[in-house]
């Protein structure tokens, strides 16, 4: 009988309890003998290995987190840890490896795999950043998240006639606070990959009043400029103070968006068909919403794109 390991592994994302979920039910499926591992890829290296079945996963899929808890990966890049790992994998019989996570958990992913260990990765952060992948687990369910943080906070924001900025997740990727800035109308947007439209937004802001703009909503990804920060530097410069919001982990929390628990169902089970098939290395996804898998190579090559449309259309719309 084959043997698979589940992790999940990095920050949490809503929808990883449910890709947990149809993992495991699909290896048993198949006639595969399902454990879990938990605390990700440092659970690996310690050997937390427990055995799963279908009752292991029932209930789950509407909760947020993740049941099998998860760490940051880092260890599995030392020649030790790597080798703990490898051990582990011998140990317990371990013929495939899924891996639940973001960009470094596909990462570590791939360092296994080149040490022989059959793997596949299923994407799974609110971030959404990993390069060419569109479809990630947990992102619809942060974006409606931060988007009704938006809508309160615009309630309040033109009761008093008084800008708010909201600070949300993305230290390297704006993809967080582009998509809720539009879904919000936010009249600006601040992300790392146009850093140096600052000023110029900045700017925008100070003329507000001259265009009948009683207030500003204005949403900063964490990794363009600190949302306390951008206040001090309207206030000097525009002698405007706003209230700022900080985000932060609220937006990991909650029951994952039916969009998010149908997509971990999917990449969940075809991750397992994958290696079902012989076919590792690969993180699995949706394109033209059909599962697809793509080579670690592959996604590794990319860089992370900014969709330059959405980003201009915001700017258009909040004129």
Same mark, same amino acid.
């Given at each position: 009988m084959k043997r698979f390991g589940v992790l999940t592994s990095g920050a949490d994302a809503p929808g990883m309890n449910a890709a947990i979920r149809a993992v495991v039910r699909s290896g048993i499926y198949y006639g595969v003998d399902m454990l879990g591992i938990q605390y990700g890829f440092q659970g690996l290296i310690d050997g937390? *290995?427990?055995k799963m079945d279908a009752a292991s996963v029932?209930?789950?899929?509407?909760?947020?987190?993740?049941?099998?808890?998860?760490?940051?990966?880092?260890?599995?890049?030392?020649?030790e840890g790597k080798e703990s790992a490898l051990q582990t994998i011998k140990d317990h019989g371990i013929d495939s490896l899924i891996v639940i996570g973001g960009k470094e958990a596909v990462q570590a992913a791939a360092v296994l795999e080149e040490s022989g260990v059959p793997t596949a990765a299923i994407p799974a952060t609110i971030d959404s950043d990993i390069p060419g992948v569109s479809e990630v687990i947990g992102f619809d369910t942060a974006l409606n998240t931060v988007m009704d943080y938006i809508d309160r906070i615009r309630d309040t924001a033109s009761s008093h006639e008084k800008s708010s900025i909201i600070e949300v997740m993305g230290r390297d990727t704006g993809n967080l606070a582009l998509w809720s800035g539009l879904a919000g109308g936010?009249?600006?947007?601040?992300?790392?990959?146009?850093?140096?439209?600052?000023?110029? *937004?900045?700017?925008?802001i100070k003329q507000g009043p001259s265009r009948s703009k009683r207030y500003s909503i204005v949403v900063v990804a964490e990794g363009s400029v600190s949302g306390i920060d951008l206040n001090e530097r309207l206030k000097q410069e525009a002698g405007i103070e706003s209230r700022v919001t900080v985000l932060g982990h609220t937006q990991r929390g909650g029951a994952p968006t039916a969009a998010d628990r149908i997509?971990?169902?999917?990449?969940?089970?075809?991750?397992?068909?994958q290696l079902m098939n012989e076919k590792s290395g690969v993180v699995v996804?949706?394109?033209?919403?059909?599962?697809?898998a793509f080579s670690y190579h592959a996604v590794h090559e990319q860089a992370v794109q900014v969709d330059e449309y959405v980003y201009n259309l915001s700017s258009r719309l909040s004129i």
């Open positions: 937390k *290995i427990e029932g209930s789950i899929m509407q909760r947020g987190g993740t049941i099998l808890q998860s760490s940051p990966s880092d260890a599995v890049f030392t020649d936010a009249e600006n947007i601040l992300i790392p990959e146009k850093k140096e439209d600052l000023d110029s *937004i900045v700017e925008q997509l971990a169902s999917r990449l969940g089970a075809y991750a397992v068909e996804t949706l394109k033209d919403n059909q599962p697809e």
